[in-house]
């Protein structure tokens, strides 16, 4: 008999590791979902932004009309106030967004499928929640790096070639500087010659501490010669604490105002906080030249301006169990938009009263910090209230 050759049997090679399906299809479900947030937002960032351009033209028509200004200077104004716009749209277009796509995933019943394949809306919402705190920082981003600098860029199209009038132009130049032992001091004009670094009818009034007034300059013109201001023709009248007053004349006089020339120029070109970076604000506090009132107001624009970026996250996690919800009656998109427009009302409402109040209260930057914080902290109870309430069902 023949041998029978044996056989060895090979075993198969064991599959190569990967990913388990469970995780790939989780990741393809973000992907999925943050694709169709992107063309709705996108769009909402469209149309809100055409709602604010429509105020800016109407206000740029004006200037148009009045002034005669260049082609090009016009358009170069309006396209620096871009930035601006779309800053302070993004929130809403995130709301927006939101509502809108999630509405058409649930109306196409994929939310109740994604139910159904055991992923929960809490975990379906988490892509769109984590979108929205990374356009918050986006927001945030550009609100402290490009629109500072649009700001300034439009301000100076403005002034120089559209109304064709300097930072001064506008009425009288007023700055309030903090003396010693309680004194402070005013000084008003009413223009400037950059050239010679000179003021044009000057008043300075310094109080004592008890807000009377002690001293009143006026002058015709005051030129800045470092660390002072040289007056010409001036004219000085003291009030003494026992009601008796005296006057001076004198053809030239050195008078230290508390300012430079650039920080005059600075502050009547730009003295509105809310045009400002935070670093901006930040270096205005520091020079100690500003009243008890404007301090609380720029603390509150300080943290303010870190907050309400984030409304983009707020807008975002209180969108979503509103999504979910069957529209009535057909006519998603309207109903989408409207609802937008309300909870954005309510949301500034809210916000404006709440910064009226906390602005004028003492404390510092922890009330400011309480008061700019606490419209994005009720909306997110609520909204994180309502998504937890949507997931239950």
């Known amino acids: 008999m023949r041998a029978v050759p044996q056989r060895h049997v090979v075993a198969p090679k064991p599959p190569t590791a990967g990913p388990p399906k469970i995780m790939t299809s989780v990741k393809i479900l973000d992907r999925y979902i943050v694709s169709e947030l992107l063309g709705p937002s996108l769009f909402g960032v469209f149309v809100f932004s055409l709602i604010f351009m429509a105020t800016t033209l109407l206000a740029l028509s004006r200037l148009v009309a009045s002034a005669h200004p260049p082609l090009w ?43 159904a394949g055991g992923i929960g809306l809490v975990r379906t919402a988490m892509p769109v929640l984590l979108t929205g705190f990374a356009v918050s920082i986006l927001a945030l981003v550009l609100q402290e790096r490009v629109v500072p600098f649009a700001n300034d860029r439009a301000t100076d199209i403005r002034q120089d070639v559209i109304e064709r009038v300097g930072p001064f132009s506008s009425g009288n130049l007023t700055v309030m500087a903090d003396l010693p032992d309680g004194e402070r001091q005013l000084t008003a004009a009413t223009g400037y010659e950059d050239s010679t670094q000179t003021l044009v009818d000057v008043t300075v009034i310094q109080y004592d501490a008890s807000g009377r007034p002690q001293l009143i300059i006026f002058s015709k013109r005051a030129q800045y010669e470092p660390p002072d201001w040289r007056f010409v023709d001036a004219k000085w009248y003291y009030f003494y604490p026992d009601g008796s007053t005296a006057v001076k004349e004198a053809p030239e006089d050195e008078v230290d105002i508390g300012e430079k020339p650039s920080d005059l120029v600075q502050r009547a070109a730009d003295n509105n906080p809310d045009n400002m970076s935070r670093a901006e604000i930040r270096e205005v506090l520091s020079t100690g030249k500003l009243t008890p009132t404007e301090i609380r107001e720029y603390q509150s624009s300080y943290e303010e301006k870190l907050a309400r970026p984030f409304a983009s996250f707020v807008f975002t996690l209180l969108a979503v169990p509103f999504a979910l919800r069957p529209p009535r009656g057909g006519g998603s998109a309207g109903l989408a938009f409207s609802l937008a427009v309300l909870i954005v009302f309510v949301y500034f409402v809210i916000e404006s009263v709440i910064s009226a109040v906390f602005s004028t209260l003492p404390g510092g930057f922890g009330v400011a910090t309480v008061g700019a914080w606490m419209p994005n902290t009720i909306f997110t109870v609520i909204g994180a209230v309502l998504l937890a309430r949507a997931a239950s069902r």
């Open 73 to 115: 200077a016009v358009v170069e104004y309006f396209v620096w106030q871009l930035p601006y716009i779309v800053v302070l749209v993004i929130p809403m277009a995130m709301l927006l967004g939101v509502l809108l796509s999630l509405q058409r995933l649930s109306s196409d019943s994929e939310i109740t499928a994604l139910k």
